[in-house]
């Protein structure tokens, strides 16, 4: 079992920064792929970005040049700066880890409004 926690949610203004991250626990070392999903009220869950075991990272569309995906091995922790935030990146956020299970965590609510 692979436990996950995110922090760093919160609100911000347009054109503001926020930090996620994600602390895993528990069978760690069965996982490869750490990723950052968010769902917008009414729309399905997105995928945001994705950093595998070797380093490689995969963005989408809606956030490469301003959001980067981050890896600490040691640390068992994975975040997501977030920069340039616009109010289309209003949603909750969750973490995601896979190998040979799917876990998810919680999620955490960002929120980017004037």
């Known amino acids: 079992q692979v436990q996950l926690v995110e922090s760093g949610g919160g609100l911000v203004q347009p054109g503001g920064s926020l930090r996620l991250s994600c602390a895993g626990s528990g069978s760690i070392f069965t996982i490869s792929t750490m990723s950052w999903y968010r769902q917008a009220p009414g729309k399905q869950r997105e995928l945001v970005a994705s950093i595998m075991s070797g380093g490689g990272r995969i963005y989408a569309d809606a956030v490469k040049g301003r959001f980067t995906i981050s890896r600490d091995n040691a640390k068992n922790t994975v975040d997501l700066q977030m920069n340039s935030l616009k109010p289309d990146d209003t949603a909750v956020y969750y973490c995601?880890?896979?190998?040979?299970?799917?876990?998810w965590g919680q999620g955490t609510q960002v929120t980017v409004s004037s």
């Open positions: 995601k880890a896979a190998g040979i299970n799917v876990y």
